[in-house]
């Protein structure tokens, strides 16, 4: 009876912990209009319209889908050897992220609703920081020579990655058989998947003399807009290595491939989305026009960084008090 009444609590004292740690690994902000969800162990953002993220037809789904590092003759260096130190890898999916609160900030002087989600890779030693923007009201972002019009409810992520030694630098040692290996460049890859297959936008309205990035159509009246421009280092925005951003079609997936030369601190690199209902009207659901904004999984505030402390509080204590549990009865 005894063993049973144990079963019985410790299923339950499990249930309750993957629940609390499932909450943990998302990161959920709404903001005119839209809804934007990243999902913690994926390398996924969901974009749709406010209450129906969910079932929304129209939504668009980035996947951070591969990362691989590559010769100067475009081969992959680095994939031998455990998960955590390899230089190349299919999928994020067994990533950890790690969250900021949900804010109000602003973005080269437009307001703009935002939050980060981080890992870390090569055993700990380089930072991969996805940063999220919806935007609240309308303007323009620069980089460089190229600038991009945005408009309230428009989406960026940027992505940065920190402190990347590539193979062949001083103390990185990569072979493949007997022959050393040095990396060139980084392919970073995503996958953007809308109501439609990716396909290339015309821009007939450009103004003469502004630099714009490629307009790719999503379907449902959703598009991306892929910059040309990447800062190293922290110095100024330079063209991407030509050729790049490029598509991949495999099968029924399109993939964006974009490829970075080797550097010695940092890469950033910074694409925006739009999606609009079908209708063309206004997206705003009910969010009112001063951009009101909805946080979920512990963000938001002066206390989700509590909150979000407290939940990994009894996630601990949980997790204690099963091993404890485990040692005395079963």
């Keep these: 009876m005894i063993t049973e009444m144990a079963e019985k609590i410790l299923f339950s004292l499990i249930l309750v912990l993957t629940i609390i740690n499932f909450s943990l690994g998302d990161r959920e902000a709404n903001s005119s209009g839209i ?3 990243a999902l913690g162990r994926s390398g ?35 994939k031998t050897g455990q998960p955590s130190v390899k230089h190349s890898f299919n999928t994020f999916a067994s990533q950890d992220f790690t969250f900021t609160d949900i804010m109000k ?44 019009e945005v408009h309230r409810g428009n989406v960026k992520f940027s992505i940065l ?10 103390g990185v040692t990569c072979r493949k058989g007997s022959t050393d290996e040095v990396g060139d ?16 936008k015309n821009e007939s309205d450009a103004d003469e003399g502004k630099k714009r990035g490629k307009k790719y159509d999503l379907g449902g009246n959703s598009e991306v807009v892929l910059s040309n421009k990447v800062q190293y280092d922290g110095g100024n925005f330079t063209d991407m290595v030509s050729g790049y951003p490029k598509t991949v079609t ?17 890469v950033f690199y910074d694409p925006t989305m739009e999606i609009m209902p079908d209708s063309g009207g206004d997206s705003g659901g ?5 951009g009101e904004t909805t946080t979920k999984a512990g963000g938001g505030g002066p206390s989700g960084g509590v909150c979000r402390n407290s939940v990994s509080f009894i996630s601990s204590f949980l997790m204690f008090v099963i091993t404890i549990f485990v040692t005395r009865y079963m």
């Design 35 to 37: 809804i934007v969800k």
């Design 44 to 78: 996924k953002i969901r974009i749709g319209f406010k209450d129906n993220n969910g079932t929304d037809m129209d939504r668009v789904v980035v996947e951070m889908d591969e990362l691989k590092e590559r010769d100067a003759n475009g081969n992959e260096v680095g």
């Design 105 to 148: 900030s602003t973005l080269q002087d437009i307001n703009v609703t935002t939050f980060k989600f981080k890992s870390s890779l090569l055993e700990g030693s380089a930072n991969l920081t996805v940063s999220v923007y919806i935007f609240d009201e309308d303007g323009n972002i620069t980089l460089g020579d190229e600038q991009t």
């Design 161 to 170: 990655l920190e402190n990347w030694k590539f193979c062949g630098s001083a």
């Design 185 to 200: 460049f980084i392919d970073f890859v995503i996958t953007i998947k809308g109501k439609g297959s990716p396909a290339p």
């Design 250 to 266: 495999q099968g029924s997936k399109t993939s964006f491939v974009f490829r970075f030369k080797k550097f010695s601190e940092s």
């Design 286 to 290: 009910d969010s009112g026009g001063d």
